[in-house]
């Protein structure tokens, strides 16, 4: 069984910053692509930021040049680091990680979620 467990979720006013984290525990044998998703009220969930094994990464351009992706191979954890935040980021933020568990087996695992609220 995988587990990614998300904090740093909370409230802030607009032009603050916030950090995410998810990390990674179980029976984990590779971690490849890691993201950040998000679901706002009365929206569809959207891809936030996205960094691979190799620390490639790539942003949806709302977020672009605010947002910084990143991820600790050692600790099985990815963080996003939210800066000049806008209340149109306010949502519930998911975690997300393809990981093979097996020589054979690889699927996409979620985060529970964490609730980021910009206002003043």
């Known amino acids: 069984q995988v587990q990614l467990v998300e904090s740093g979720g909370g409230l802030v006013q607009p032009g603050g910053s916030l950090r995410l984290s998810c990390a990674a525990s179980g029976r984990i044998f590779r971690i490849y692509d890691m993201g950040w998703y998000r679901r706002a009220p009365g929206k569809q969930r959207e891809l936030v930021a996205i960094?691979?094994?190799?620390?490639?990464?790539n942003y949806t351009d709302s977020v672009q040049g605010r947002f910084t992706i990143s991820r600790d191979n050692a600790k099985n954890t990815v963080y996003l680091q939210m800066n000049f935040l806008k209340p149109e980021d306010t949502a519930v933020y998911y975690c997300?990680?393809?990981?093979?568990?097996?020589?054979?087996?690889?699927?996409?695992?979620w985060g529970q979620g964490t609730q980021v609220t910009v206002s003043s």
């Open positions: 997300n990680a393809r990981i093979r568990t097996t020589s054979w087996t690889t699927n996409d695992y």
């Open positions: 960094v691979t094994s190799g620390g490639s990464t």
